[in-house]
Structure formats: C-alpha cells, structure tokens
C-alpha cells in the first residue's frame, strides 16, 4: 500500500508543472519578443509557437512581422492577469511555460491570430518558418543566412 502511495506521489510531481506564477495585466510583465516575456525576473519561452526574430532578424520583413507579433503579444496580455506553468528550460536557460491571460493560452491564440507559427523542432522546420516570414525569394540557406538573393 505504502509503495502505491508513493508510485502515485512521484507520478504527480513529475508530472507537474515546476512553477505557476501570476501577474496583473501590465505589471511586472516585460515583452522581449513575440514568443518570449520576462515576468517575476524570470524569462520565459512561450511553448507552442514561434514568432519572428525582432533581434538578428534575417529580412526586413521578418523584422516587421516580429514587431506586429510583439505588439499583438502585449495587446494579449494588456487583457487582464496574466499566469504561467513552467514545464523546464531551453538550451538558453529560459523557462519554457504555457501562458495564459484569463485562461486564455497566449500562444495557442497568437497562432490563431495570425502572427505566430506553431513550433515544430529542426533544422527544416525552422528553415520553413523563415522562408514563410521572409519569402521565397529571400536567398536563405540551410544556415538560416541571408545569401544575398532579393
């Protein structure tokens, strides 16, 4: 009995979320990009989806739809108290988390929006997400640099 009790206890605790914090709409709340937010002094990683880079884009236009997306992300936000379930960290260190604004989940619904893609790890699916944000003409190799091409 006692060893089912603890079989039970140790699937719940693996199966949890490391953390669930909450925060009221605007406050501590920093937007860095459209798939990343800085909350509690911790930078979080919203699972789900990815948004064009707004730092070291690799065209104007992936510039531009980073910018709409992190504004679109603050307008999410801006709704009302904004919580998180962290569920580990990235290879950077930042906390990856389901958000969610008024059990809304931010990322599902910036998906839903327009001004994110679902995340889908590798190399190819990065590169396909590039060539969608940047256009077909945009000469990115499998680097993800800009070789030129207009």
Known sequence: MHRRLLVIAAVAVATSPLAVSSAKAGSNVIIIDGDTIRMDGITIRIMELDTPETFKSRCENELVLGLAAK???????????VTYEATGTDR?????????????????????????????PGKNAKLARLRQWCGPNAGLDNTWKNTGAK
């Open 92 to 120: 950077y260190g930042r906390t990856l988390a389901k958000v969610h604004v008024g059990g809304v989940n931010v990322g599902q619904q910036m998906i839903r929006d327009g001004v994110a893609l679902p995340y889908q």
């Open 71 to 81: 504004e679109h992300l603050r307008s999410l936000l801006d709704c009302g108290t």
